[in-house]
C-alpha cells in the first residue's frame, strides 16, 4: 500500500521537526566552538556564536551563516525577472524588482525597435523615454552583480523587454522554483513568466511577437480574461500554502480549479481542496 500525505498535514510535520532542521531564532546560540568563523546572520557574544536573524544555519567548511527565512530578492547572473521603471536617469533606466537596492538597465544593454544593432546614439539617449517610461513592466535577465550587492539588467534577447495587458502577481523569490525557462505558454491559452524575484507575470497568449516598445491595446475576449483570471487566483492559492511554483504545478492547480468558478478558488476551502489535491 502506498502511504499519501495530505497538503493540511504537511504545516503540523514541519512545526515538529524545527530543531533537528537547524532553525534559529535571534539570539539562540549555534555553537560555542572557537573554531568557527562568523558569516552573515550570526555574531560573537560572550565567547559564543549566535543568531541575529530567524533562519537556517549553513556551514560551509568552517564558515557559518544562517539564511532568513524571509528576505528581499538576491539576484544572481542568469536569473529571468520582472521590474517596473521607477526612474529614467542618464543613459539608464531604475527598476524596482523587489530587492534591497533598484537594479539598472543601460541603454546599451537594451535593443532598439525593430531589433537593429548598432551603438547607441545622444538622439538615443533623447528617446529614452519613448522606449521605457516610469511606471512600465519589463521582464529582463540579470547580467552582473555589483559590489554593493545591486543587479545590472539586459534585455538583448525577443523574449525580453516591456510587457504589455496582464496582471502582475507578487509572492516570496523563496516559492518560486529555479527552472531552465520560466517563460511558459500554458494550454489554457495564458503566457506566464515565473520572475525569480517573485514578481510573476500573468497575460494573454499572442499569437504574433510584436516589438517589445509597442503597447498592444487589442480587445481581450472575455474566455482568455476569465483563464488570466484563475491562473492568478491558482498561483495566489499555492502561495499562501507554501507550494513551489513553477509551470506544472500551476497547470495542476488550473486543472482542479476548473470544477469552480473563478473568484471561490481563493476561499480558504477552496484553497486548501487545490493544494490537498495538488499533494496527492
Known amino acids: 500500500a502506498v502511504s499519501v500525505r495530505l497538503f493540511c498535514k504537511r504545516p503540523q510535520n514541519a512545526v515538529e521537526n524545527i530543531r533537528p532542521r537547524g532553525i534559529v531564532a535571534p539570539g539562540d546560540v549555534i555553537t560555542t566552538d572557537a573554531g568557527f568563523m562568523r558569516g552573515h546572520g550570526t555574531y560573537i557574544e560572550n565567547e559564543q556564536l549566535l543568531s541575529s536573524v530567524a533562519g537556517v544555519v549553513e556551514k560551509t567548511n568552517k564558515l557559518v551563516t544562517v539564511r532568513p527565512l524571509k528576505t528581499r530578492y538576491n539576484g544572481e547572473v542568469g536569473d529571468v525577472v520582472v521590474g517596473r521603471i521607477v526612474e529614467v536617469q542618464q543613459r539608464r533606466w531604475k527598476i524596482e524588482m523587489a530587492s534591497r537596492l533598484n537594479a539598472s ?8 525597435p525593430g531589433g537593429e544593432l548598432r ?16 511606471g512600465d513592466l519589463i521582464s529582463a535577465e540579470v547580467q552582473s552583480v555589483f559590489a554593493d550587492g545591486s543587479l545590472s539588467l539586459h534585455t538583448r534577447s525577443l523574449k525580453y523587454g516591456k510587457l504589455g ?4 502577481v507578487l509572492v516570496s523569490p523563496s516559492l518560486v522554483k529555479r527552472c531552465k525557462t520560466h517563460f511558459h505558454n500554458l494550454p489554457c491559452g495564458v503566457h506566464l513568466i515565473l520572475g525569480n524575484n517573485g514578481y510573476i507575470w500573468i497575460a494573454p497568449l499572442l499569437s504574433e511577437e510584436g516589438t517589445k516598445f509597442v503597447q498592444s491595446l487589442e480587445l481581450v475576449p472575455q474566455v482568455t480574461r476569465e483563464a488570466v483570471a484563475r491562473v492568478r487566483n491558482c498561483v495566489l492559492a499555492l502561495a499562501r500554502h507554501h507550494v513551489m511554483l513553477f509551470d506544472t504545478s500551476v497547470v495542476y492547480a488550473y486543472d482542479v480549479s476548473l470544477e469552480h468558478k473563478v473568484r471561490p478558488v481563493l476561499s ?13
Not at 105 to 112: A, E, K, T, Y
Not at 165 to 168: K, N, P, S, V
Not at 268 to 280: G, K, M, Q, Y
Open 165 to 168: 495587458q496582464g496582471t502582475l
Open 268 to 280: 480558504l476551502s477552496l484553497r486548501r481542496c487545490v493544494c490537498n489535491l495538488l499533494a496527492v
Open 105 to 112: 538597465l543601460l541603454l546599451s544593454s537594451v535593443n532598439l
Open 119 to 134: 551603438r547607441k546614439s545622444a538622439e538615443d539617449e533623447l528617446l529614452m523615454r519613448q522606449y521605457l517610461s516610469e
